[in-house]
């Protein structure tokens, strides 16, 4: 079982930067491939980061690309989501998740473990 606590949500306004971290407890972080999500009202998630453990690859959704920049750090067990330059439309409820596949899609069914969000709003 895996563990995985979010922190560094907050307001902010247009153009500023947060840092959010995602803590994981349990199975090895080190072969696990992590991903962030978010979900703002009424719609549905959607992938915004994530981290291969495989080949250290990285991958972003085309609207984060060039702002935001995912990271980890296998011996603190914790990746981190640098974003900048944020916009109203980033609002939402961002999630970490985990799975521990050989390869993983960024599809959110692929990822196994979840934490509970942390808040991200955006004022214009």
């Known amino acids: 079982q895996v563990q995985l606590v979010e922190s560094g949500g907050g307001l902010v306004q247009a153009g500023g930067s947060l840092r959010l971290s995602c803590a994981a407890s349990?199975?090895?972080?080190?072969?696990?491939?992590m991903g962030w999500f978010r979900q703002a009202p009424g719609k549905e998630r959607e992938f915004v980061a994530g981290?291969?453990?495989?080949?250290?690859?990285?991958g972003y959704t085309d609207s984060v690309k060039g702002r935001f920049t995912i990271s980890r750090d296998n011996a603190k067990r914790t990746v981190y989501l640098q974003m900048n330059s944020l916009k109203p439309e980033d609002t939402a409820l961002y999630y970490c998740?985990?799975?521990?596949?050989?390869?993983?899609?960024?599809?959110?069914?692929?990822?196994?473990?979840w934490g509970q969000g942390t808040q991200v709003t955006v004022s214009s």
């Open positions: 349990g199975r090895a972080f080190s072969t696990a491939n």
């Open positions: 998740a985990s799975n521990s596949m050989i390869y993983t899609t960024w599809d959110s069914g692929s990822f196994t473990n």
């Open positions: 981290s291969r453990w495989s080949d250290s690859t990285t």
